[in-house]
């Protein structure tokens, strides 16, 4: 149970941080282009994380 409940809440945080980055990336695009760089690869990754 406690499994599944911790899936959950890492799934949950993964999806708030996709949203965070997309959302700073938006904002900074314009100033950070390095950055904007690293960051969406680090967002492919976490979009590539095998889910089981």
Same mark, same amino acid.
Do not use: C, D, W, Y
């Given at each position: 149970?406690? $499994?599944?409940?911790?899936?959950?809440?890492?799934? $949950?945080?993964?999806?708030?941080?996709?949203?965070?980055?997309?959302?700073?990336?938006?904002?900074?695009?314009?100033?950070? $282009?390095?950055?904007?760089?690293?960051?969406?690869?680090? $967002?492919?990754?976490?979009?590539?994380?095998?889910?089981?």
């Amino acid at each position: 149970m406690s $499994g599944s409940i911790l899936f959950e809440m890492i799934m $949950g945080m993964e999806f708030l941080l996709v949203a965070l980055e997309t959302f700073l990336l938006m904002l900074l695009r314009h100033k950070m $282009g390095h950055f904007n760089i690293m960051q969406t690869r680090i $967002g492919a990754l976490i979009l590539q994380h095998p889910t089981k």
